[in-house]
């Protein structure tokens, strides 16, 4: 069902030497290092595994009209309509190329949540698939990256549907490793704010399952180093990482990326997922996830979204759909655990929810994602990457829920 993953440069090891093609090949190599991982700093490149940027996703010239059958009411079934329409396209195209990597990490947390909440358990069953393909492992040539962990979150929700102890071998074990790794103390461990998206969530899971809380602690002491280099107390937003701290936008603002920023209100909603109620730091989450919920929600644009550029959307003239659905999935996730006060955040949910819908096209193909970067920019109202159909699927199932209460 699966081919393997593709290799980013193809080239035969067979080619005469020369110097002309020598250039030219480690040119091309590094071109394509620096072009998937341009957010990562020099003295990692080497460990750098280049991202399939094809695979995740593509911006046609023409990708059709958009849908026209898609309600935005909250109703359990408009909503389970808009995430099977999503869904569905995004499994016939991608699919093929499932791989290991973070950008389909995402999308396969996407499509757990789509089965739980529309009871097709095709989705699901397509995760399954990629899992035994690969035979539950995770990509671990540049330990302890948190990028290579991501895949543990899909591993392990499919470990606690039928405790089968070969779903879950391979990624305790790298967690084992890690929560025993002392710290750098030049550099942090996750050193940019999507990280908090892709280890903790697997770190809460292995605490979830195994009941030790050297997982959950070793997530917190990390947590908190991260969040006192990049968060920002005034703006209440994380930089995407130390690069950006300084940076400004064209209009003087600071420079807080979209995606980064949804990726931690998702890394914020897993923790509180699975965190006691009387862990002694879980206020400190709750308050930062308020006050980034507080900031995000006044800082919406009009038509429901946010820009590639938080405080700067008038620089950008599309919305970030891969940002929103998750900065979306969060606040909603906050409403249905009564974190988030539901009179004052459910007209935000709703309207980003119907903002993300503009977005979907006649097939399915879900647009305006911007492609794989790690600062604001431009794009195709086409774009459409596996992460970004991932977080509106994460959204869903959280609008889902909040429809279902709604009295």
Not at 44 to 53: G, T
Not at 106 to 111: E, I, K, V
Not at 124 to 142: F, G, I, N, S
Not at 283 to 296: G, N, T
Request: glycine letters at 6%; one cysteine or more.
């Amino acid at each position: 069902m699966f081919s393997f993953e593709k290799t980013p440069i193809p080239f035969s090891l067979k080619i005469q030497s020369s110097k002309f093609m020598g250039a030219l090949i480690l040119g091309v190599l590094l071109a394509s290092c620096f072009a998937a991982h341009a957010q990562t700093p020099a003295h990692e490149k080497s460990a750098v595994v280049p991202v399939d940027r094809n695979a995740a996703g593509d911006a046609p010239d023409d990708p059709g009209p958009l849908a026209t059958d898609l309600s935005s009411a909250l109703k359990p079934k408009a909503i389970s309509a808009a995430m099977k329409k999503v869904a569905d396209w995004e499994l016939t195209v991608a699919e093929p190329s499932f791989n290991q990597q973070w950008t389909f990490a995402a999308l396969y947390d996407g499509l757990i949540a789509a089965s739980a909440t529309t009871h097709d358990t095709k989705y699901r069953d397509a995760v399954l698939h990629m899992a035994e393909h690969y035979d539950w492992q995770l990509l671990d040539k540049r330990f302890p990256h948190a990028d290579d962990q991501a895949l543990g979150q899909a591993y392990l929700d499919l470990y606690l549907i039928d405790h089968k102890p070969e779903r879950m071998a391979n990624t305790k074990e790298i967690m084992d490793r890690l929560v025993v790794r002392q710290d750098d103390p030049n550099k942090l461990l996750w050193w940019w704010c999507d990280a908090l998206f892709m280890s903790p969530p697997v770190l809460l899971r292995t605490y979830a399952i195994t009941h030790d809380r050297k997982y959950l602690n070793y997530m917190d002491h990390e947590w908190w180093l991260t969040s006192a280099s990049l968060y920002d107390q005034q703006d209440h937003l994380y930089f995407r990482d130390s690069r950006y701290l300084t940076q400004k936008q064209a209009n003087g603002q600071k420079l807080f990326w979209s995606r980064g920023n949804g990726w931690v209100m998702g890394g914020l909603a897993n923790v509180l997922e699975f965190m006691p109620a009387d862990y002694p730091s879980r206020s400190k989450y709750v308050e930062q996830f308020r006050q980034m919920a507080a900031k995000l929600a006044e800082i919406q644009s009009p038509d429901g979204l946010w820009r590639s550029g938080l405080l700067d959307p008038d620089s950008y003239e599309l919305p970030e759909v891969s940002g929103s659905a998750f900065i979306t999935y969060g606040i909603a996730y906050g409403i249905n655990h009564h974190i988030l006060d539901r009179a004052k955040y459910q007209p935000v949910v709703e309207k980003a929810w119907k903002g993300m819908l503009t977005h979907v096209y006649a097939d399915g193909r879900l647009g305006s994602i911007q492609p794989i970067d790690g600062q604001p920019g431009k794009f195709k109202p086409s774009a459409s990457y596996v992460y970004g159909v991932g977080g509106f699927l994460l959204a869903g199932s959280e609008m889902h829920r909040l429809a279902e209460s709604k009295h």
